[in-house]
């Protein structure tokens, strides 16, 4: 209800000390204040992105903030995703996000889905909010709250992190462009790597996430000028900012329902494929791994496929790195080639996923070798805990 009744909004006492720097910005005032408590925004996610946007959405007094959010807080994620703390550790995101909201401002009604979004929900939990932002790391999901955004008529503050890069807009608003005029189709599954294989700047989500809070806030107020029609591009690195124009695409196919969404970003496809190749792909565990390495055999090369900073991180004693990317272009192929001289191979990485698709690409080549179940993070978790995990 971006037209709120304001006669039928008050503010209590305390609140008037809590936004009396806003209340004195003649864009804000006592109207805008009592808009921003008006307001329900609901933020898909509470990790790098949803973290600075959740604190200060609340802070400066958002009436009413959907969350939500499956996910349990990580160790790792504590590097970027500042809402949560370490005695939080193993516990729900939406929990530790609600506790720190409501210790920021109590005034704050926060509503939790502890769920996935799928297209089976989405509609109903995104029909009661004002504005929907992004705050999601993956193509079926955006893919899906955009859907939903264009069928329910609500503006999508959307942003994304990767690296030192950083990018965000605003789609579905005043007749402006929406995801898929941005991405009319989602890249093949793999070719863009997550924040988890490719690292991410911890400071960077910070930079976009209140970028999107900004946003989202002068929606509310109906002030300035949105990113509606621009993306913002952010490269942490060289500290530059730039923008491209978006429009609408007239041709772009009428969304008129939910589809399935990793069937459309060939995930569905990607995951039979992959365990089919898993099926046809001779695997070891750690524990037989440790047990070859322990036997003293010499007939074999224990291939890292990790990029050269996580083998200064962690290794398998007796690893020799060739980097996937290398690999992928050829001249790695012919590294492994002369490595092997006659003797088997056995490859892993952080979790298998890279293995297993570098011995696929070597397998073309006449290359057959067994992929480590797990990679080094199963070798720290359950033979040697004295290997760093990351």
């Known amino acids: 209800m971006l037209n709120p009744n304001l006669d039928e909004i008050q503010l209590q006492k305390e609140e008037y000390e809590r936004y009396s720097r806003h ?45 939500v959010d499956f996910d349990v807080v990580d160790s790792s994620n504590l590097q970027r995703q ?33 769920t996935r979004l799928t297209s089976e929900n989405a509609l ?13 790391d993956n193509f079926p999901t955006r893919y899906l709250v955009n859907d939903a955004c264009v069928l329910l008529n609500k503006p999508n503050v959307y942003g994304s992190i990767f690296r030192f890069e950083g990018q965000a807009t605003v789609f579905n608003y005043e007749g402006g462009p929406n995801y898929r005029d941005l991405y009319p189709e989602p890249p093949p599954p793999g070719m863009v790597p997550s924040c988890a294989e490719g690292g991410v700047l911890g400071i960077l989500p910070g930079i976009i ?30 500290m530059k900012f730039r923008e491209l124009k978006l429009r609408p695409n007239p041709e772009r196919p009428v969304i008129e329902k939910l589809i399935d969404y990793e069937f459309f970003c060939g995930i569905t496809q990607a995951k039979a494929e992959e365990a089919k190749q898993q099926m046809e792909m001779q695997e070891m565990t750690v524990q037989e791994l440790k047990e070859l390495l322990e036997s003293g055999a010499d007939d074999f090369v224990l291939l890292d496929v990790r990029n050269p900073n996580e083998y200064e991180i962690a290794k398998i004693p007796g690893s020799v790195l060739v980097p996937l990317p290398d ?5 790695g192929v012919e590294k492994v ?19 297993a698709k570098a011995l696929g690409i070597l397998k073309e080549s006449g290359i057959k070798g067994i992929n480590v179940k797990g990679g080094i993070t199963a070798w720290s978790r359950e033979i040697d805990p004295s290997v760093p995990e990351y």
Do not use: F
Request: net charge neutral; aromatic share 4%; glycine share 14%.
């Open 23 to 67: 209340l004195i910005l003649p864009e804000v005032g006592l109207e805008g204040q009592k808009r921003l408590k008006a307001a329900s925004v609901l933020c898909i996610g509470s990790g790098g992105l949803g973290s600075p946007l959740l604190l200060y959405l609340a802070a400066a007094g958002i009436g009413r903030l959907g969350l």
């Open 82 to 114: 500042v809402i949560h703390g370490t005695s939080w550790v193993g516990k729900p995101k939406i929990q530790s996000a609600k506790d720190r909201i409501l210790e920021i401002n109590p005034y704050c009604q926060v509503d939790l889905y502890e």
């Open 124 to 136: 109903d939990i995104l029909e009661p909010y004002d504005i929907v932002v992004d705050g999601t």
């Open 209 to 238: 996430g209140v970028i999107q809070a900004t946003e989202t806030v002068k929606i509310v107020l109906g002030q300035g000028t949105t990113l509606s029609g621009r993306l913002l591009l952010y490269d942490a690195l060289n």
């Open 327 to 331: 690999i992928e272009n050829g001249t």
């Open 337 to 355: 080639k002369e490595l092997l001289n006659g003797h088997k191979l056995v490859a892993h990485c952080k979790m298998g996923g890279r293995s």
